[in-house]
């Protein structure tokens, strides 16, 4: 009874997970694999980027500059030798304490203000990684990083990530992990207070939050997985260059979240999927497609501006008020209910 | 001493640049609040359109220059009435968002147009000038001399001309305008319209000189942000002051220090004066 409570809420996102846990065996091009993969790493990113901006309000657009930290702390360890699982969480960590100390300057700003001076840490590290040719090798970047070390596993062997099948399951492993830690925290006590920040900063600290230590936690935390996924970025590529940490890849990824929907957990997945698959689609259009882009954000944000995940709850709240309606007042005056709640959100 | 002369001039014509686009900036976002993250684009757009009317119609430079000002100046009042006006009222985030879609937008539009390699504007002033000891084009003395004419001119349009204390009154406050009878929308359109001409001019009148690309502005928008936080939002004399300042500063650090990191430390100062003062060094205290 209590598992078909469970498949009957829940139904859509395990025909999902289903869906890409058997994508690369049903799909047997390389190419979209490839694709899925990039978008995937994509979809990490914005995840992590959808809770400093969609879940805490705070336009953070040094998420570059964090993830280039991140790959760039993964290349320089595990060419020194270290393991990649080790490196990993320490690419994470490097891009957190960093973080941390960013936040302490920045998160005392509101506004446009954060987001300029955020921007301008995203430019130095860009600028760093760049010049500071002894470290990061310039603009040439850093080549030759070795795949993740195999697990051995008893009786079979081991899990060795050469294989594109294997690293896309790797991928997807992280986004599973990523998610469900988003998933935990925004629907912890803590997560609320993100939310009351965002929603009214000076309501918030009158309730009794510290709304600074919210903020700079929220910035820690999202710095220390967009770190990772800079990390396993970096992995999957063999090398990094200066580009990784470039802030047109933060404007990417935010074009991903406000597409797909902000402060919602499917939103930044279907974001970076439904774009990256676009965008391939459109290579024949060459330049042409990056400006369709820019023009597409512009109209999403004007006329969606709660995104596709947004239009389709709203659309799926329409049909069941339609259909309560008709079974009966209180059936539909429920849905009417719900829906408003989530207006208010 | 010759080395240092040479730097500050340079640094002064750099400045300019920067007070001209940090100007046109500090109207459209302490005035009107909007973070015109596109600026930098717009001018960007003014270069190529001077060289489109250099190289393709025969303008000759002045006429071109002139030319390039009035089309922007339409730019930006289409940019104002579509990108941003719809999103007035709405989480600050919002109107964000639609700059960078801009950004995006006019970059690659104009990459697909015109190429992505660089290209550079025939010299209209190629002859040197030997002044006090430092030589130079006729060029980037045009450039100094333009500027300073385009800024007094600006500032005397908005203290001594109706339609300029109208930009100053929605500065002030924008309800009490309204109240007053003042067309808001009417004074957006044109402080975008006045703001993207005046990117567009700083754009023709550095062409010769530098090489234009598609991404010449990417930094430039940065740079000017920098300067209008640390000057004070909407205060003018402040954009034009950290223009000067900021230009000199970049040209005797990349002189004297480092050419390599010179934007590392206009940026670098800006998040820690930011930390200290959260709202700039002249802002005033808001929520």
Known sequence: ?345 | MELFLQQVFNGIMLGSTYAMVALGLTLVFGILHVPNFAHGNLYMLGAYVTFFLISLYQFGFWAAVISSMVILGVVGMLVERFVYRPLIGQPHINMFISAIGLLILLENSVAVVWGTSAKRIPHPYPDTVHLLGITTTQQRLIVIVAAVIMIILLQLFIKKTIHGTTIEAVAQDREGAQLVGINVNWVSSMTFAISSAFAAAAASLMAPIFMITPTMGALLVMKAFVIIILGGLGSMQGAILGGYILGLVESLGGGFISAAYKDVFAFGALVLILAIKPTGLFGKESN
Not at chain 1, 85 to 90: D, N, V
Not at chain 1, 112 to 117: G, L, N, Q, T, V
Not at chain 1, 312 to 327: A, H, P, S, V
């Open chain 1, 1 to 345: 009874m209590k598992y078909n409570k469970f498949l009957k809420q829940n139904w859509l996102y395990l025909l999902l997970l289903i869906a890409a846990l058997s994508f690369p065996l049903v799909i047997s091009s390389r190419y979209y694999i490839q694709i899925m993969i990039t978008a995937l790493t994509w979809a990490m990113a914005a995840l992590s980027l959808n809770l400093i901006l969609g879940y805490t309000g705070q336009a953070s657009l040094a998420h570059a500059g964090f993830f280039g930290l991140g790959a760039y702390s993964l290349a320089l360890t595990t060419k020194a030798g270290l393991s990649f699982w080790l490196a990993l969480p320490l690419a994470g960590a490097f891009a957190a304490f960093i973080g941390l100390f960013i936040g302490l300057l920045t998160l005392r700003t509101r506004g446009h203000y954060f987001a300029i001076s955020t921007l301008c840490f995203g430019v130095i590290v860009f600028i760093v990684a760049g010049s500071w040719i002894e470290i990061t090798k310039g603009a040439t970047g850093i080549l030759g990083i070795p795949k993740p070390t195999p697990i051995p596993i008893p009786f079979i062997g081991e899990l060795s990530f050469t294989s594109q099948t294997n690293q896309y399951y790797l991928v997807i492993f992280f986004l599973l992990l990523f998610l469900f830690i988003i998933y935990r925290l925004v629907n912890s006590l803590q997560g609320l207070s993100f939310m009351a920040v965002r929603n009214n900063e000076v309501l918030a600290e009158a309730v009794g939050i510290n709304t600074f230590t919210t903020k700079l936690l929220s910035f820690v935390v999202t710095n220390f997985l967009v770190g990772m996924t800079g990390g396993i970025y970096a992995v999957l590529m063999g090398g990094v260059s200066p580009t990784v940490a470039g802030s047109n890849l933060t404007f990417f990824w935010l074009a991903y979240v406000i597409i797909g929907g902000v402060a919602t957990m499917a939103g930044p997945i279907v974001g970076a999927v439904l774009v990256t698959f676009l965008m391939e689609y459109m290579y024949s259009l060459g330049e042409y497609r990056l400006a369709i882009f820019g023009l597409i954000l512009i109209m999403a944000i004007i006329f969606f501006p709660r995104g596709l995940v947004g239009v389709f709850t709203r659309l799926y709240q329409k049909i069941k008020d339609y259909f309560g309606g008709i079974r009966g007042g209180g059936a539909g005056q429920n849905a009417a209910k719900s829906r408003k709640a989530n207006e208010t959100l």
